[in-house]
T-cell receptor, first 116, second 119 residues
Framework: ETGVTQTPRHLVMGMTNKKSLKCEQH?????MYWYKQSAKKPLELMFV???????ENNSVPSRFSPECPNSSHLFLHLHTLQPEDSALYLC???????????????FGPGTRLTVT | AQKVTQAQTEISVVEKEDVTLDCVYE???????LFWYKQPPSGELVFLIR??????QNEISGRYSWNFQKSTSSFNFTITASQVVDSAVYFC????????????????FGKGTKLSVKP
């Protein structure tokens, strides 16, 4: 496996279900990100982890719960979602920042989530 | 506040035409980074280029070229002799010290421009 992988690619869940999205990066990066992409909004940053520590929670509802057990894996745990949470959820990784520089992020293929 | 504007929502061209995608950004910082990403129908964002604010040289990579002009706060992207495989949504993004100071290079994305290249 190379790059950034995400599973599952598609997910349909009811509002009372609990599910998890998984992301894995094989690039040796230190930072990982969750984004939400819905039809009528720009890409929205949800969470940022750097060296396994959460450094950003962009006012995301508590029904989304991230977990980063190590620098290569990132999860997004979902529970009691709403239909408006239906979107493409993208994971990304980067080298993070060093000496004030900003590195490009590499994205996975995304999980297309539908909440019924 | 930081902002990225891609005024062109959709562009349609015929194969072999040249096409320019516009990107205008706003930032109060003097040190910042600009990016372009491509999102084909498969969904994955593909990194195309990263440029820092101190490097205003234009860049060319094959059929792709980028024109960075600080005077107009623009970072436009041109595809020469477009091909059907260029059909995708293209995103411009900005990262500066105001939002990456403690938050590891967070990107602010424009809304994207959907490019359709017809055979």
């Amino acid at each position: 496996e190379t790059g950034v992988t995400q599973t599952p690619r598609h997910l349909v869940m009811g509002m009372t279900n609990k599910k998890s999205l998984k992301c894995e990066q094989h690039l040796g990066h230190n930072a990982m990100y969750w984004y939400k992409q819905s039809a009528k909004k720009p890409l929205e940053l949800m969470f940022v982890y750097n060296f396994k520590e959460q450094t950003e929670n962009n006012s995301v509802p508590s029904r989304f719960s991230p977990e980063c057990p190590n620098s290569s894996h990132l999860f997004l745990h979902l529970h009691t979602l709403q239909p408006e949470d239906s979107a493409l959820y993208l994971c990304a990784s980067s080298q993070g920042t060093s000496g004030g520089s900003t590195y490009e992020q590499y994205f996975g293929p995304g999980t297309r989530l539908t909440v019924t | 506040a930081q902002k990225v504007t891609q005024a062109q929502t959709e562009i349609s061209v015929v194969e072999k035409e040249d096409v320019t995608l516009d990107c205008v950004y706003e930032t109060r910082d003097t040190t910042y980074y600009l990016f372009w990403y491509k999102q084909p129908p498969s969904g994955e964002l593909v990194f195309l280029i990263r440029r820092n604010s101190f490097d205003e040289q234009n860049e060319i990579s094959g059929r792709y070229s980028w024109n960075f002009q600080k005077s107009t706060s623009s970072f436009n992207f041109t595809i020469t002799a477009s091909q059907v495989v260029d059909s995708a949504v293209y995103f411009c993004a900005l990262s500066d010290r105001m939002n990456y100071g403690g938050s590891q290079g967070n990107l602010i994305f424009g809304k994207g421009t959907k490019l359709s290249v017809k055979p």
